[in-house]
């Protein structure tokens, strides 16, 4: 299967423990989606440093696919919106992830994201 160049955007928020197999599952949902590229937006209070530490090996596993990943802090949600309004014509899927700890906080943003993005939801690991 060709793979495309149109990322998919994911939206998550996890432990650090959980880093590296929500980075696993994503590049997995990335292949079986037929796409090359992920934009992960990723809501934490944990540094940049921080979540590529714990994601390093599982980002290195599948170092043939491309990863954009913003870290957000939990105030930041609104600005984090508008990055992904700039580039929803570009974008081939959404995937939402989290873990039962952060479950709220993905809660209290679904209902920000507008409806033509929400019809774009490939998976939603928070149901």
């Known amino acids: 299967m060709q793979l495309e160049n149109k990322p998919i955007v994911v939206i998550s928020s996890t432990n650090a423990e959980e880093i590296p197999n929500f980075i696993r599952a994503m590049f997995k949902d990335c292949r079986l989606n037929g796409s090359k590229k992920l934009i992960i ?10 979540f590529i530490q714990n994601a390093r090996e599982a ?3 599948n170092i043939d696919l491309g990863a954009y990943i913003y870290i957000w802090k939990p105030e930041e949600v609104d600005q984090m919106m508008k990055k992904i309004l700039e580039n929803r014509q570009d974008m081939k899927g959404i995937i939402i ?4 700890n952060n479950k709220h906080m993905i809660e209290k943003i679904l209902p920000k994201v507008p409806n033509s993005i929400k019809a774009n939801i490939i998976k939603d690991y928070c149901k």
Do not use: G, H, Q, T
């Open 59 to 61: 980002l290195l596993d």
């Open 97 to 100: 992830y989290c873990d039962n």
């Open 41 to 50: 937006n990723f809501i934490s209070s944990i540094s940049y440093p921080e």
